[in-house]
C-alpha cells in the first residue's frame, strides 16, 4: 500500500513543544500535558491578541522550532516495519516549501528520511494569498494535501488536523487520525481514529492496511 504520513503531531511531538515555548513567552498558564492543544491559543485571545500570535508563529517557525523537535515514541520502528513490509511512504507536511532543508535536515538527523519515497511541503501557490501573513490555515492545507493524495493514488494518509483530515476523507482517501485533543470532534466514514503508532502497524499487519 501507499501511505502518506504528516509530520507535525504525527511523526514529530509539536504541538507540546510550541505551546510550551508560546506560555514562556507570554507568561501564560498551561493545563496538563495530555490536554494541550493548538484550540488553546484561543483561549489566550485575551491575553495575546491573534496579530501577535500570528507574528509569534512565524518568528517562532522562522527560528531553531523545527530543528529542534522530538519524535513520537515508536516512529521509527513503525516506518521500519511498514516499509520492510513492502509498502511505500510519502511524508506530506503543510510546513511552505522554504522550510524544506531544515526539514529533510531533521528527518535524516532522526534517521527517517529513508524511509520516504517523497518529501512533500506546501508550494506558495497553496497559501490563500489574501490570508494573515503567519495565519494557520487549515482549509488550504486540506486542499492541497487532498490533491497530493490523489496524485499519488495513496490509500491511507496519517494525519492529525481534523479540518485537513475531513478534506483528505471527502478526496476518497482514507485517514488514519491520530487522537489528539485537538480533533475529538472529526467524524467521517473514512476516517478511523488511532492511539499512536503500534496501532497503525497493528492495522497493516492485520489487515493489510485494508
Ligand atoms: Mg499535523
Same mark, same amino acid.
Given at each position: 500500500?501507499?501511505?502518506?504520513?504528516?509530520?507535525?503531531?504525527?511523526?514529530?511531538?509539536?504541538?507540546?513543544?510550541?505551546?510550551?515555548?508560546?506560555?514562556?513567552?507570554?507568561?501564560?498558564?498551561?493545563?496538563?500535558?495530555?490536554?494541550?492543544?493548538?484550540?488553546?491559543?484561543?483561549?489566550?485571545?485575551?491575553?495575546?491578541?491573534?496579530?501577535?500570535?500570528?507574528?509569534?508563529?512565524?518568528?517562532?517557525?522562522?527560528?531553531?522550532?523545527?530543528?529542534?523537535?522530538?519524535?513520537?515514541?515508536?516512529?521509527?520502528?513503525?516506518? +521500519?516495519?511498514?516499509? !520492510?513490509?513492502?509498502? *511505500?511512504?510519502?511524508? $506530506?507536511?503543510?510546513?511552505?516549501?522554504?522550510?524544506? @532543508?531544515?526539514?529533510?535536515?531533521?528527518?535524516?538527523?532522526?534517521?527517517?528520511?529513508?524511509?520516504?519515497?517523497?518529501?512533500?511541503?506546501?508550494?506558495?501557490?497553496?497559501?490563500?494569498?489574501?490570508?494573515?501573513?503567519?495565519?494557520?490555515?487549515?482549509?488550504?492545507?486540506?486542499?492541497?494535501?487532498?490533491?497530493?493524495?490523489?496524485?499519488?493514488?495513496?490509500?491511507?494518509?496519517?494525519?492529525?488536523?481534523?479540518?485537513?483530515?475531513?478534506?483528505?476523507?471527502?478526496?476518497?482517501?482514507?485517514?488514519?487520525?491520530? +487522537?489528539?485533543?485537538? !480533533?475529538?470532534?472529526? *467524524?467521517?466514514?473514512? $476516517?478511523?481514529?488511532?492511539?499512536?503508532?503500534?496501532? @497503525?502497524?497493528?492495522?497493516?499487519?492485520?489487515?493489510?492496511?485494508?
Amino acid at each position: 500500500m501507499k501511505l502518506g504520513i504528516d509530520l507535525d503531531d504525527v511523526v514529530a511531538v509539536a504541538c507540546v513543544a510550541y505551546l510550551k515555548r508560546f506560555a514562556a513567552e507570554y507568561s501564560v498558564e498551561l493545563p496538563d500535558e495530555e490536554s494541550l492543544g493548538w484550540h488553546l491559543l484561543d483561549t489566550f485571545e485575551h491575553l495575546v491578541p491573534r496579530a501577535e500570535r500570528d507574528r509569534f508563529r512565524t518568528r517562532t517557525y522562522d527560528g531553531t522550532f523545527f530543528a529542534e523537535l522530538e519524535t513520537y515514541d515508536g516512529v521509527s520502528g513503525a516506518l +521500519d516495519s511498514i516499509v !520492510n513490509a513492502g509498502h *511505500e511512504i510519502h511524508f $506530506i507536511t503543510a510546513r511552505s516549501e522554504r522550510r524544506r @532543508v531544515v526539514t529533510e535536515t531533521w528527518l535524516r538527523e532522526k534517521d527517517l528520511l529513508r524511509y520516504a519515497q517523497t518529501v512533500r511541503l506546501k508550494p506558495r501557490g497553496d497559501f490563500i494569498p489574501t490570508a494573515r501573513p503567519g495565519a494557520y490555515d487549515p482549509d488550504s492545507s486540506g486542499r492541497y494535501k487532498a490533491r497530493v493524495a490523489r496524485e499519488l493514488g495513496l490509500d491511507a494518509f496519517c494525519e492529525d488536523d481534523p479540518v485537513v483530515a475531513e478534506a483528505i476523507a471527502d478526496a476518497g482517501v482514507r485517514v488514519w487520525l491520530f +487522537d489528539r485533543p485537538w !480533533n475529538r470532534d472529526a *467524524e467521517h466514514r473514512l $476516517i478511523r481514529r488511532v492511539r499512536d503508532w503500534a496501532d @497503525v502497524t497493528g492495522i497493516i499487519a492485520r489487515e493489510g492496511g485494508a
